[in-house]
């Protein structure tokens, strides 16, 4: 689910309305965090670096520049890799949704589409 999802469906309120309540900043913010912490450890996995190593964030000084490259690369790797998992998930769930009584309004809504 992107962002802003005012309206979304995740599921029958009372009433029989289909909706979710928004990602508050902070849960946006942890949500950001835990992402990148999942993109850094499988990174570190794929370049050899042990768990307790870094990089951690974008500039490690007690990395060699072309560890640091590859750390990166990697992180670029898993992203994309996690971008397209989403991708499908998405899919899968819009159909899901749909079948289960969402219309298009809501699944957009959820999208974060107008």
Excluded at 26 to 41: K, P, S
Excluded at 89 to 109: N, V
């Amino acid at each position: 689910m992107a962002g802003s999802t005012a309206g979304s469906t995740a599921g029958r309120g009372h009433g029989g309305s289909m909706h979710c309540r928004e990602f508050t900043e902070a849960e946006l913010a942890e949500l950001d965090r835990e992402v990148a912490e999942l993109a850094w450890r499988w990174a570190r996995r794929l370049v050899g670096l042990r768990t307790e190593q870094a990089p951690f964030g974008p500039a490690d000084p007690q990395l060699p520049e072309t560890e640091r490259a590859a750390a990166h690369l990697a992180r670029l790797y898993v992203l994309a890799r996690v971008r397209n998992s989403a991708d499908s998930r998405a899919d899968a769930d819009a159909f899901y949704a749909g079948q289960a009584g969402a219309g298009y309004p809501e699944i957009a809504a959820a999208l974060g589409l107008s």
